[in-house]
């Protein structure tokens, strides 16, 4: 698979720079659970990284340009979703790499397993 900037133009952001981001993660995260305004997703993004209005617009139009979200109007109000395509990208490249971790996360089932199966054992043992 050919890494690709993901949902822009020659010359615009990669996905893992605009992943890369807290502030983006953070709407992306916001976003996850749903449909959400853009007054409310400021809110709560200015709260919890104490950054203008502005700087919470300026993430929100990156999320929008990179394909990452979507927005519709609703009356005065936008309303902003994730778009769920650049991720499956994002989750298509991390392909390649999984294998590093799938390894290590079957051992340690099995370690999990071999624990409970031993503490089962020994409870069963006592009177």
């Given amino acids: 698979m050919t890494y690709k900037s993901v949902g822009c133009e020659p010359g615009g952001m990669h996905a893992f720079d605009v992943l890369g981001d807290p502030v983006r993660r953070r709407i992306l995260e916001l976003l996850a659970e749903g449909e959400r305004s853009a007054g409310e997703i400021g809110a709560i993004v200015q709260e919890e990284f104490g950054i203008s209005q502005p700087a919470v617009s300026q993430h929100l139009r990156v999320l929008r340009e990179s394909g990452f979200t979507t927005v519709r109007a609703e009356g005065t109000r936008r309303l902003y979703a994730v ?42 043992a006592r009177p």
């Avoid at 989750?91 to 089962?120: K, P, V």
């Fill in 83 to 124: 778009d769920p395509t650049p991720l499956r990208e994002v989750d298509t490249w991390l392909d390649h790499f999984r294998s590093f971790w799938n390894q290590r996360l079957d051992a340690l089932g099995t370690e999990l397993a071999r624990g409970r199966r031993e503490r089962r054992l020994r409870d069963d």
